[in-house]
């Protein structure tokens, strides 16, 4: 199994996190910019920081989508973790934040 590696992403605002949040995932998932390149499956510790809070958020998760470096169009590098089975409440704290939002039709990082 590949070791795990960690990252540290500070969502600036909401907009941001609607364009990062992966909410097609069953237990939520976030696009992390990163030129570093990971493999599909490969186990990512996350230190999140969401729009207007200080604390930062442990999320253990798992990487669902890559975007190497090179991709063409609008797309930045990076990967999409999906978020463990205990984090429903990081989850939950993001959805709460784009209460109304998640079914607009804004352009994402990854789809």
């Known amino acids: ?3 795990q590696k960690a ?5 600036p605002d909401v907009p941001t996190l609607l364009s990062a949040y992966m909410p097609f ?5 976030m696009f992390v910019p990163t030129q570093t390149p990971y ?3 490969q186990q990512v510790f996350l230190l999140l920081t969401l729009p ?5 958020l442990s999320i253990s998760g798992q990487v669902v989508w890559v975007s190497p470096e090179g991709v063409s ?10 978020f ?7 989850r939950d704290r993001i959805e709460t934040l784009l209460a109304g939002q998640l079914d607009k039709a804004a352009p994402s990082f990854t789809l």
């Open 39 to 41: 493999a599909l499956g």
């Open 73 to 82: 169009g609008r797309r930045m590098p990076g990967i999409g973790l999906h």
């Open 52 to 56: 207007g809070e200080s604390e930062r």
């Open 25 to 29: 995932l069953e237990r939520g998932g």
């Open 7 to 11: 990252l540290s992403l500070t969502i």
């Open 1 to 3: 199994m590949a070791t």
């Open 84 to 90: 463990s089975q205990q984090d429903y409440p990081v």
